[in-house]
């Protein structure tokens, strides 16, 4: 079959089959390019039923562009407290500063001027600016890579610069052949661009794909050829690597000591207790813990640590296992580097995620009298 009339057969039975079977997403029910934007800045990285009732909220309580730009940091941060990834967020407030500065709060049409915004590639400006505003412009991300490499029997790994630029090409030529198909039509360009990203979710997974079920299974190299498991091809994976800290939910006269991490660090702007990276396997907490920079000139020597709660959370590659131990200070300390809070305000500052059930732990040990 030559490329034009399997790209052609392709596109229909996408749209035939997105027309069938797209699930009822809340940002599916608006071609707001501000609602579209946001739903594909959460989205990156994090699974749709994660996302949901974080985007019902951020649109509730900053639905415009213009709220977004004004909102305070603190704000934002609190906003996608839990949803990790941090830099998207202050990206997203950025443009948003941008798109009222130049194009007067009103979100660009043009590709180029949404690719120029800050936290936007070409994968998220080619989905706004289809799904908002009908242009056939491509897509191409974990899920479309997925679904196209196994479709043409792709072996080489799609992060080498010819290979992605290939699949860029396949993308591009199917959604122009969507346009051709959709005249007259209801649907959008932005149709068969979510139809491949609706079969990468829900058909086309990256283990056990259902291709009995696939609507263009008759078309695809892999399930003919039996080659579902080894594509895409994604060379070999960086080893997982173990990382361990010790955090310090340090309490004096009812409150706890917390702090903000700095501008460009991980996590930076959300608020953390004291801790410290320590060796895989070494590191005496009453060690660690008189060692502590925000404590100096205080009877840290003699304070008491008790266990409170040990948390295993993933970050890119990273393993971390995170143990907190409690201490309650008679003195005030001297010197300390940080805030002050009652466990009853915790709610209104922006925690990282591992650190908010640490969080959640030092309020109960507080409640129960320990
Ligand atoms: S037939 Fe199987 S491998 Fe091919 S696209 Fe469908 S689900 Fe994926």
């Not at 990285?45 to 309580?61: D, N, S």
């Not at 080498?160 to 346009?179: F, G, Y």
């Not at 930076?268 to 060692?291: M, T």
Request: net charge positive.
């Amino acid at each position: 079959m030559n490329s034009h009339l399997k790209n052609s057969k392709l596109v229909s039975a996408l749209l035939d089959w997105f027309a069938a079977n797209a699930r009822d997403l809340p940002w599916r029910r608006t071609r707001d390019p501000y609602a579209v934007w946001v739903s594909e800045i959460m989205l990156q990285q994090t699974q749709v039923k994660t996302v949901i009732p974080f985007w019902e909220r951020w649109m509730r309580e900053l639905p415009t562009i213009e709220a977004a730009a004004k909102a305070p940091s603190e704000k934002i941060h609190k906003l996608w407290e839990g949803l990790g990834y941090y830099t998207r967020v202050r990206n997203l407030q950025k443009a948003a500063q941008v798109i009222v500065e130049k194009h007067g709060g009103k979100f660009p049409e043009n590709f180029d001027d949404v690719l120029a915004l800050p936290g936007i590639g070409r994968y998220t400006a080619g989905a706004i600016c289809s799904i908002a505003f009908d242009q056939p412009t491509p897509i191409l991300d974990g899920n479309v890579i997925r679904v196209l490499t196994r479709i043409f029997g792709i072996a080489e790994n799609p992060k080498e610069k010819a290979t992605n630029a290939r699949l860029w090409n396949i993308a591009e030529e199917l959604v122009q052949n969507s346009k051709l198909k959709i005249k007259n039509s209801k649907l959008c360009c932005s149709h068969l661009n979510q139809s491949l990203m609706e079969l990468g979710a829900l058909v086309c997974t990256p283990r056990n794909a259902q291709c009995l079920i696939c609507p263009v299974k008759k078309l695809c190299v892999a399930f003919k050829e039996n080659r579902m498991e080894e594509l895409p091809n994604l060379g070999k994976r960086e080893a997982a690597t173990a990382r361990r800290f010790m955090a310090f939910a340090i309490e004096h006269a009812g409150k706890f000591l917390v702090r903000q991490r700095p501008a460009g660090v991980v996590n930076a702007h959300l608020w953390e207790f004291p801790n410290v990276e320590v060796g895989i396997k070494s590191g005496d907490p009453q060690e660690v813990f008189a060692e502590l920079d925000a404590l100096r000139f205080t009877d840290r020597d003699n304070a008491k640590l008790k266990q409170l709660c040990t948390v295993k959370h993933s970050i890119t590659r990273y393993r971390i296992t995170l143990e907190a131990f409690l201490i309650s200070l008679n003195k005030h300390p001297l010197k300390i580097e940080g805030v002050w809070i009652a466990p009853t305000k915790f709610d209104s500052l922006a925690f990282s995620s591992a650190h908010k059930k640490l969080a959640s732990a030092a309020a109960k040990s507080i409640l129960s009298g320990r």
